[in-house]
């Protein structure tokens, strides 16, 4: 695999694409190249920092969104019939099992039946990567949510029990920690996030197929301060609500 210099130094951004398909586990984390300017990765003191942030922050959103919430859920009960919150297991610090909440975006059934909406192509791609460009599952009122990420709000439950943080890698399932190969561990030291600079740079573009996911994930990590933060969390209010990029 062509790696780069992309994943561990310089900001990856708009830099040359991956032209080689990975299958799972074949990913090689290229070494840390402290010649290249990045933001230098914080200690103590920003975890410190980062985790009353987070505390902090997420008892403001629940305070301040608990009623659009409540109507956001009889929306989605109104558009598609069964529970506005469904949960997802995802792997947290350490390789520990977390669970995450969200509004449900997606008829009852998306998961346990995916094959009753999807072309066998969007099967394989979804299984693959977990997420699929013009889903079919999705409801009226799933799109705009997914639109705005307002189907993540529910996650600021997990971020005051320490599951999340505000600003963190994209939380996986276990099969999907492979992707990183030599790298899953080094992965699996940084507590997952609601938001993220995958999320946030090449979102749709980044896959694990051709490896991009996995360097903007991996330079997150061994980036992370509290200048990277500031501009993840600047830019997600941009997608959130000028480019509206969720998918």
Not at 56 to 63: E, K, R, T, Y
Not at 96 to 112: C, E, F, G, Q
Not at 185 to 192: R, V
Request: glycine share 8%; hydrophobic share 40%; net charge positive.
């Amino acid at each position: 695999m062509q790696s780069g210099a992309s994943g561990t130094g310089a900001v990856p951004e708009d830099g040359e694409r991956s032209v080689r398909r990975l299958s799972r586990g074949e990913f090689v984390a290229p070494p840390r190249d402290d010649s290249v300017p990045a933001p230098r990765p914080g200690g103590a003191g920003y975890r410190a920092v980062k985790r009353a942030f987070d505390l902090a922050f997420s008892l403001v959103v629940i305070a301040v969104l608990a009623v659009p919430v409540a109507l956001l859920c009889l929306a989605i009960v109104l558009d598609s019939p069964g529970a506005p919150f469904f949960r997802q297991e995802r792997v947290g610090l350490g390789g520990r099992r977390i669970y995450i909440w969200k509004l449900r975006s997606m008829v009852p059934d998306a998961h346990s039946n995916p094959g009753r909406y999807m072309t066998p192509e969007q099967l394989e791609t979804w299984r693959r990567e977990q997420k699929l460009d013009d889903d079919p599952r999705v409801t009226r009122v799933g799109r705009l949510l997914r639109r705005t990420s307002l189907d993540e709000l529910p996650q600021f439950i997990n971020v005051l029990t320490g599951d999340l943080s505000v600003i963190g890698p994209r939380p996986v399932t276990l099969e999907e920690t492979y992707e990183f190969g030599d790298a899953r561990d080094e992965f699996l030291s940084c507590k997952p996030g609601i938001t993220g600079w995958w999320q946030v740079t090449e979102r749709n573009a980044a896959t694990w197929e051709n490896g991009e996911r996995q360097l903007l994930e991996l330079f997150y990590v061994r980036h992370a301060s509290l200048a990277l933060d500031l501009r993840i969390f600047v830019r997600t209010f941009k997608a959130m609500f000028v480019e509206r990029t969720g998918k």
